[in-house]
């Protein structure tokens, strides 16, 4: 996300981040966001009812930004197929592996475990199966004699910040769209 908020700074950048959102008031992204001033908005699901009910609140705070493109960093949670379909084509996810690949949680230690010679990440669009939508970027980093989880994790995020604002900069230009 600061990665994307630092993008979105230069001039000639095509899209403007408006709004951070969390399920979590502890995100370290909403500090972020409020030192750059831009709006935050948080909702604990657990104080709904329903996973329907959290993602049409969300919806609303989405709305209210005039949000044309939802960019998702760290949201770990399945979103409802109403959710989906509203922002079909617009809802783009960054995910820390080379889709489709080692879809979910615990990518890097995953990678390992299987003896990949490379990682990486995946920017893709949002779609209702979990880390299933069409690839829009992905960068590569080998995996080397010795990597843990944790370095191989650092050498991920490297790209992850490059990757994400290029993948961003693709799809608010139309030069990659939800087929």
């Known amino acids: 996300m600061g990665a994307l908020i630092q993008a979105a700074k230069k001039e000639d950048y095509p899209a403007e981040i408006i709004g951070v959102f969390s399920n979590r008031r502890a995100a370290p992204g909403l500090d972020v966001a409020r030192a750059e001033g831009i709006e935050t908005a948080t909702l604990a699901q657990s104080s709904f009812a ?49 889709l489709p690949a080692f879809k979910g949680l615990d990518t890097h230690a995953r990678a390992l475990a ?43 995020l490297v ?5 994400y604002p290029e993948a961003l900069r693709m799809v608010a230009t139309g030069k990659a769209s939800l087929p």
């Open 50 to 98: 329903s996973r329907e009910d959290f993602d049409t609140t969300l919806t609303g705070i989405l709305e209210s930004w005039s949000t044309d493109i939802v960019c998702m960093a760290g949201f770990m949670r399945v979103l409802t197929p109403s959710f989906v379909e509203r922002w079909q084509g617009r809802a783009i996810n960054i995910h820390p592996s080379l």
């Open 114 to 156: 299987a003896g990949a010679a490379e990682h990486g990440c995946s920017v893709h669009f949002v779609t209702p199966g979990l880390d299933e939508g069409p690839v829009i970027a992905q960068a590569r980093v080998p995996v080397r004699p010795g990597d843990t989880a944790e370095t191989l994790a650092a050498r991920v």
């Open 159 to 163: 790209e992850e910040h490059r990757l």
